[in-house]
């Protein structure tokens, strides 16, 4: 018989683990069998000892993305090929749409750059960089005809993507009535430029300055205006992106309470990475962790609530937000004034590692490790029941992963196209095994067998995570 038979392995999902053989026939997921129930004359694979968990969904990426005066340094084919190696077999990049452009025509832009050249799976989100009638009538159809389903807004970077509360209500109340959702980018855009501009006049050009104008306070407040505006919006969907500070996380588990469709990420360098070590580093040496919204400080409780936000479910998913830029020539933008700072992190290839280091840790169980990097990421963004569970007739996306390996991360070793590691030095106590996408082997015994091309676009449904 054709296929591959994944037998003797844990099979993990958000409501439980159990011993089970993987029935894999072509580019789709055959049967979950009892142990030893397979056939006998198959080709066989063993994960004896090892997680067999559905493929990982980053849910957050940008890929060549031109930001702060360059572009974020993985392309499609380095970007893809690096969340081959970390297990993430699906991601959703962000298409965008710049202020006074067609947002159909930033999205074959998108289209363009990614075609033929990912490792693994793709989708998009849409950035508007401009919301008018023209936009607002071609969010219908993307929904309608593009797969496109959920578009991001920005309360931050005034000039660049910044939308005021009228246009973000409007586009709330038209994402309402399409069925799409709304991910934001909820910081208090305009008095973060005031706390800028009034920095730099006292010469305080240092990247921890980039943390120390963004607090957290216009995080929370730009996170409960974002759910006002939804409420207003009758309950338009809102999904609060790279979600870092303690009073955000408060507000969004408010709404939450109260049976909104509210919903947030959160993503691994707020988890592990503070503003005092990382973004505070002596010199320019911070400006490896400049990021928005930015890391926060640890002597508050910001990564506990976050890790209790995984928990408790007010966090939904773990996204990596990856957008690396290097620290030569890029990063280097921003030497004398912080505010050049290109904006972003790359971490593609650590996701489903540094969030099992919190089950080693016993900060999250199993099931929620595989829930929230993959399961509910595909719920949320309409590609479950294809990515996101290992189930007969969806794709087989499989990783198997290793509890007793252990990865080290570092530059010397990554895949990602960066000249540094923002976790570099990190122990995990985990690693990815075997990394199988719509059936195909890429990664196995250390070696990587996928190419460019294997990748596919996936046009994507509504939601199925509301309430
Ligand atoms: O610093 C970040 N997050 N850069 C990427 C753009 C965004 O706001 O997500
Ligand atoms: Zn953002
Ligand atoms: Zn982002």
């Known amino acids: 018989m054709t296929g591959l038979l994944i037998c003797g392995g844990t099979v993990v999902s958000p409501t439980g683990a159990h011993l089970a053989d993987v029935l894999v026939d072509g580019e789709t997921i055959a049967a979950v069998l009892a142990p030893g129930a397979g056939p006998a004359d198959i080709e066989t694979l063993d994960a004896a000892g090892k ?25 499609f084919e380095t970007g893809t090929r690096a969340a081959a190696f970390g297990g993430t077999t699906t991601i959703i990049d962000f298409a965008v749409q710049r202020t006074g452009e067609v947002v159909q025509d930033g999205l074959a832009a998108w289209h363009a750059k990614a075609a033929g050249n990912c490792h693994v799976d793709y989708a998009f989100h849409m950035i508007l960089g401009g919301v008018d009638e023209d936009s607002l009538k071609a969010m219908d159809q993307l929904v309608a005809d593009e797969g496109i389903t959920s578009f991001k807004l920005f309360m931050a970077y005034p000039g660049v993507f910044y939308s005021d509360d009228g246009q973000i209500l409007r586009a709330m109340q038209k994402a309402r009535d399409n069925g799409s959702v709304i991910m934001m980018h909820a910081e208090n855009g305009i008095a973060i430029d005031v706390l800028i501009g009034q920095a730099l006049a006292r010469g305080e050009t240092d990247p921890i300055h980039h943390g120390l104008t963004r607090p957290e306070a216009l995080e929370a407040e730009a996170t409960s205006r974002a759910i006002y505006l939804a409420e207003v919006a009758r309950d338009c969907p809102l999904y609060i992106g790279h979600l870092s500070a303690s009073r955000a996380l408060a507000a969004v588990a408010q709404a939450r309470d109260a049976g909104r469709n509210v919903f947030a990420e959160t993503c691994p360098q707020y988890l592990y990475l503070t503003l005092e070590d990382q973004l505070g ?7 490896k962790w400049v990021c928005s919204t930015p890391l926060r400080s640890g002597h508050e409780n910001h990564r506990a609530d976050l890790w209790r936000g995984l928990r408790s479910n007010d966090l939904a998913v773990v996204s990596t937000d990856h957008c690396p830029f290097c620290f030569k020539e890029q990063k280097e933008l921003g030497l004398g004034d912080f505010s050049k700072i290109p904006n972003g992190i790359g971490g593609v290839e650590h996701r ?6 919190g089950v080693a840790d016993g900060k999250l169980s199993l099931q929620r490790w595989v829930e929230t990097i993959s399961t509910t990421p595909a719920r949320m963004f309409g590609l479950y029941p294809r990515k996101g569970v290992i189930a007969p007739g969806s794709d087989a996306d499989i990783v198997l992963y290793d509890p007793t390996g252990r990865t080290t991360i570092g530059v010397e070793t990554h895949h990602m196209n960066m000249d540094y590691s923002a976790y570099e030095g990190y122990e995990i106590a985990g690693r990815v095994d075997t990394v199988i996408s719509r059936g195909t082997v890429l990664l196995s015994g250390g070696a990587y067998h996928g190419r460019k091309g294997h990748g596919r676009y996936l046009p994507r449904g509504l939601s199925t995570y509301l309430v």
């Open 281 to 287: 580093a002596p010199g320019f040496e911070g400006a």
């Open 51 to 75: 997680y067999v968990i559905p493929g990982a969904v980053d849910a957050h990426t940008h890929m060549e993305l031109p930001f702060g005066g360059t572009f974020a340094s993985d392309t």
């Open 352 to 357: 489903l590692d540094l969030v099992y280091q």
